[in-house]
């Protein structure tokens, strides 16, 4: 251990500095980054677990425990929240950036529970960034009071997790959020600025009650467990850019369908969770992004309201949703689920750049007599070329479909492209000419080994 060189106590920050590249030709290190193509529970951890066995650093650079990644690995099924799902790798380190939410109470339950089922010296590979945000207990509590009021004054609500995201973007953007650099810092000037936060909820929130002095007694504590991990976030991220050759890897929460500029808005979430968020919410460049790995599963699922127009209220969603074991990960509600929608993909791609997409859950599909695919959006008969931004509008799209035969064969033992049946093949390629994105991964089951590499 060194010296105290943040002023709050955090030690061990690496030294010295490096020399700061200019020229354009060295850019340094690229980053992979996974992104979900759809809305949320595409696969994300999974297709992360895949590639983290590679990588030395894995980080969360938006969201917060709104997330819900399964990684299933020797027949445990592990769910990851907050932690990047690369906290398996032994070898690899995991970084919470500075564009994540964080609700400790939550990172340490999740810690400690993962670490009952065999998950070790998870607190010894994390490394958390002074600049991310906090989430209050009382968030949580004024997440619930805001879906309440939205159902009294619309008829409706959002259908959050209620996890306080909405609430801690919302400090973080009005500039009075807290952030983990202040619970390190002068704990008195904490306490303050915590207390003017919780006034200014109760004067919004008359019903609020918050037990002040409890609270910051717990903050206080998780401080201290907290600190050891605690980096500057940006200049951790240039050394691992710029030093000797590193894998880092972005595991990107919730999806394009729930980013809060390009989702399906109002019913999204409160952060990017398109590219641009790989690099706000770690400091980075975007020259330093490399490859851009989409993840859509071989239908679609939502939790929480909002348009879906390939959505099937009938057995074929039920179907997919038991097959599926559609069932969210975060707040054990059933996942809405329809024909893929590759109005969707395409428009995530747009956004996205996306270099390879991981198709998922292929194995979903076995029992099927045919298919479906959305390709297009109608309206008032003729199609259109882009996703719409408006509700109202996107309620009344007609879906164009295609139709394939089903292959009424398991593919879960499948390991190879050969492996597949033609129906199968014939679908997966179908995707990857319509999204005009070459297809990487094909998902046929839920562990490790269940994926078919393509290239
Ligand atoms: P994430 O939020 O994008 O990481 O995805 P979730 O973990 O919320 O939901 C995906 C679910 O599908 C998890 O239960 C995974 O174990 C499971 N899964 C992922 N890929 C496959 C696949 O190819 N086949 C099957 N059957 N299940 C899969
Ligand atoms: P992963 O990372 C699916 C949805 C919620 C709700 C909306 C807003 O597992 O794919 P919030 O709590 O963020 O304010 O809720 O966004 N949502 C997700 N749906 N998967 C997720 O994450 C989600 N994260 C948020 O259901 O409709
Ligand atoms: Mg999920």
Redesign the pocket.
Known sequence: SGSDITGYGVTDMAMPLLETKRSRNDVGNKVTVVL?AQW?????????DLLATEADVVCRCQGGNN??????VDGK?Y??HLLP?GIINPKSISLIGNGVVIHLPGLFEEGDKNEKKGLKGWEKRLIVSDRAHLVFDFYQIVDSLQETERQAQEGKNIGTTKKGIGPAYSSKASRTGLRVCDLLGDFKDFSNRFKNIVQQYQSMYPSLTVDVEDQLKKLKEYAERLRPMVRDGVYYMYEALHGPPKKVLVEG?N?ALLDIDFGTYPFVTSSNCTVGGACTGLGIPPLNIGDVFG?A??YTTRVGIGAFPTEQLNVIGELLQTR???V???TGRKRRCGWLDLVIVRYAHMINGFTAIAL?????LDVLDEIKVGVAYKLNGKRIPHFPANMDVLHKVEVEYETFPGWKTDT?AARKWNDLPAKAQNYIRFIENHIGVPIKW??????RE??IQMF
């Open positions: 979900g949320g529970d595409e696969g994300k951890g999974k297709v992360v997330a819900g990644h399964t990684v299933v099924e769910d990851f799902s929460a999806a993840v599963k071989a599926g074991h559609e969210g990960v975060t998922t859950k292929l194995d979903i879960s094909v998902g046929v089951g839920k562990s269940c994926m």
